[in-house]
């Protein structure tokens, strides 16, 4: 309801709507409208934020609004095509149904719940609660960016995006998970796949946002957190959605070096010291963190003295 609201606005002679990242307004000749923002949310189920000049700066609750979302982006590749779902198997799966068509580079997949949603190995599955998540997929190809950039950028947005959204000191745990403390907050992976000689990739996104402690699954409560559970307070999904894709199109589009991706990532993690328990091919090592490598892995100083270097690719942290 509400993109039809916003549809209507902006095609209605003498309106017009700014949704820079800063603020959201809705105006007349006049000036602002918040009269606007009431018919919104009475017809939405959505409330407005104002900030301390009286603005409206963003509406909370609801379903995340791809049209919102489209036309607050800044970017030079994630602006062209957002497109949500109520409830679909897997975001990353639709991406790569629309692979190659007319307009799918830079492709935004939004869904409120999966019902497959996956992790980065074959048997980790991401659990959701419908309307409690940021669930994204990105499409992109490698005119654009490289795979393992893409990976880091990610992490380096998401975590970026929750620090300066909602003052948690998150964390990036290698190699690709933002974690609070020691508890997972939000998970990314890349695929790649090659379609009539074009290497493409698909950037899959999960993040906690509105989940309570009783909605987390028994198994990975100890393990998984959310927004509302370090902060007390709901997130707008919406504009998470848009700082992370403007950051991470910020990255992709200024063609940052690997170099200093590792810096801005290494000040971001929380995985640079101390001891480490990874796995390889089903077996676990314990030792002592030598060295991270972001693009690469982890040198560790096994029991024996002896130094192993573990593929990013390959291996995960079992415990740190």
Not at 250 to 264: F, G, M, P
Not at 272 to 295: D, H, L
């Amino acid at each position: 309801m509400i993109d039809e609201v916003i549809k209507m606005l902006m095609s209605s002679p003498g309106y017009g709507f700014d949704l820079s990242c800063d603020k959201v307004k809705a105006f007349d000749r006049k000036g602002c409208l918040d009269s606007f923002w009431e018919v919104i949310t009475s017809l939405s189920g959505r409330k407005f934020v104002k900030d301390d000049c009286g603005s409206v700066k963003y509406l909370t609750g609801g379903p995340v609004s791809p049209l919102l979302i489209e036309h607050a982006l800044k970017c030079k590749y994630l602006a062209g095509n957002v497109i949500s779902f109520v409830e679909t198997d897997s975001t990353n799966d639709v991406a790569w149904n629309y692979c190659g068509k007319p307009g799918s580079l830079g492709m935004v997949v939004l869904a409120e719940s999966q019902r497959n949603g996956r992790g980065r190995f074959a048997d980790r599955k991401w659990y959701d609660q419908s309307g409690k998540s940021v669930l994204m997929s990105v499409l992109l190809n490698s005119k654009v960016v490289a795979p393992d950039v893409l990976g880091i950028a990610a992490a380096i947005a998401i975590a970026e995006s929750v620090r300066e959204l909602c003052g948690l000191a998150v964390t990036i745990k290698w190699p690709n998970d933002v974690v609070c403390g020691r508890r997972k907050l939000a998970g990314l992976m890349v695929e790649a796949r090659t379609i009539e000689g074009q290497e493409w990739y698909v950037l899959g996104i999960g993040l906690n946002c509105d989940q309570s402690s009783s909605d987390m699954p028994e198994d990975i409560a100890g393990k998984a957190t959310s927004i509302l559970i370090e902060t007390q307070s709901k997130v707008d999904r919406d504009w998470m959605i848009i700082n992370i894709l403007d950051k991470l199109d910020t990255i992709i589009s200024e063609n940052c070096d690997r170099e200093s991706l590792s810096a801005i990532w290494t000040d971001l993690s929380s995985t640079t010291a101390g001891n480490i328990v990874i796995a390889e091919n089903g077996v676990n090592y314990e030792g002592q963190i030598v060295q991270v490598e972001p693009f690469k892995g982890f040198t560790i100083r096994l029991a024996d003295g002896s130094l192993r270097f573990f593929d990013a690719r390959k291996a995960t942290v079992v415990a740190f």
